[in-house]
């Protein structure tokens, strides 16, 4: 892989991980679309610490005061404020994923990165993610989060283990089900990027970094994922205060059926 290579894949990765349009999608594809040899999940998880590093710096008040929380929660063993209940449902809404993780890890490698799975998953969820938008409330804040609302939510995050569902569409959208306002919703998302993206990059990362001739093209895409994220975020918390993710679910349904008439066309199999 060339650094021009790595920058692109870690622009895509940077710009669609928080946007509900699934990076694991579109760092599946981008290669196939390309004519690319596909780096991989290894690769494509490595790029996520550029990601790490952008929701760590942006929620970085956020991240000072649950460490505080998680350090007063350790000392007393009570649970007294807003942000010791965030920890706690943060842990809860993490567990899923991990498991999930560890139990589908060779499917996740393999079978759920099939362009017409990928194709399918991203229309599949576009309509669910309208619906539920259109259709649900707005009334709940973050400080309204409850432990069965985050065990929920982890639980949705599963899903995102097959490309084309996204990790931060399925959050969302089970957000939006239970009734949180969207800007809480994709709030929350973002958090729960950084423990399992974390465990994802501590898993994978020597996998890459045992093939030295790909050091200088893998911090170039990490570098790149960084930058992207920061603007994704911003862009997205900006965006979403005003406006209903349509615009996105009309996106990834567009896009999957673009995917599916490639495959057709090129005569590619779809089971």
């Given amino acids: 892989m060339t650094i021009l290579q790595a920058i692109i894949l870690g622009l895509v990765q940077g710009l669609t991980e928080f946007l509900p349009v699934s990076s694991s999608a579109h760092l599946a594809l981008a290669p196939w679309l390309l004519g690319w040899r596909d780096p991989g999940l290894a690769f494509d998880v490595a790029l996520h610490l550029g990601t790490l590093v952008a929701v760590a710096w942006y929620f970085r008040r956020d991240w000072i005061e649950l460490t505080q929380a998680a ?36 499917y996740a490698e393999t079978v759920f990165r099939h362009p017409a799975i990928t194709a399918s998953m991203l ?10 938008d259109r259709a649900a409330g707005t009334v709940r804040s973050l400080d309204d989060l409850s ?12 899903c995102a283990l097959v490309p084309g569902v996204s990790r931060s569409g399925s959050t969302m959208t089970a957000a939006r089900a239970l009734g949180f306002e969207r800007g809480a919703a994709a709030r929350f998302s973002f958090l729960m990027s950084l423990p399992i993206i974390t465990a994802a990059v501590v898993f994978k990362l020597p996998d890459v970094l045992r093939d030295a001739g790909a050091l200088g093209p893998l911090l170039a895409g990490i570098a790149a994922a960084a930058v992207s994220s920061w ?6 918390l900006r965006f979403v205060s005003r406006n209903s993710f349509g615009v996105f679910a009309v996106y990834r349904v567009v896009l999957g059926v673009v995917v599916l008439w490639l495959l ?6 779809t089971a």
């Fill in 231 to 236: 603007l994704a975020i911003t862009v997205l």
């Fill in 71 to 106: 350090f007063t929660l350790l000392r007393t063993r009570q649970v007294r404020s807003v942000a010791d209940r965030r920890v706690l449902y943060l842990v809860a809404a993490s567990i899923p994923a991990g498991l999930g993780g560890v139990l589908l890890k060779d």
């Fill in 123 to 132: 229309i599949l969820l576009g309509v669910i993610l309208w619906i539920v």
């Fill in 147 to 158: 432990a069965r609302d985050a065990w929920l939510i982890g639980l949705a995050q599963v």
């Fill in 264 to 269: 057709y066309a090129r005569g590619v199999p």
